[in-house]
Nanobody, 121 residues
């Protein structure tokens, strides 16, 4: 079992930056691919970014490409999502998830509880 805990969310203004963290416990995260997803009120959960186990592959949704960066530190059992140039449409609950492969669909085995990101205009 892998337990995931997200942190780093908050209320920011458009154009600001945030860095989300996803910390794993229970088992080492180094064996897993990790994805970030988000869900805004009244909308379905959508893919944001993913990274494979050793960081040699990353993928992004078109809506965040060039603004968000996913990275990981396996020694710290942590995956990050650096979010720059935030827009009001980035407002959502952000979830991290771990699984065998870096899917862009929510086919991950383990999920965190989410962290709220709110971007004001």
């Amino acid at each position: 079992q892998v337990q995931l805990v997200e942190s780093g969310g908050g209320l920011v203004q458009a154009g600001d930056s945030l860095r989300l963290s996803c910390v794993a416990s229970g088992r080492t995260l180094s064996s897993y691919a990790v994805g970030w997803f988000r869900q805004a009120p009244g909308k379905e959960r959508e893919f944001v970014a993913a990274i494979n186990w050793n960081s040699d592959w990353t993928g992004y949704a078109n809506s965040v490409k060039g603004r968000f960066t996913i990275s990981r530190d396996n020694a710290k059992n942590t995956v990050y999502l650096q979010m720059n140039s935030l827009k009001p449409e980035d407002t959502a609950v952000y979830y991290c998830a771990a699984g065998r492969l870096p899917y862009i669909t929510p086919d991950y085995t383990y999920w965190g509880q989410g962290t709220q990101v709110t971007v004001s205009s």
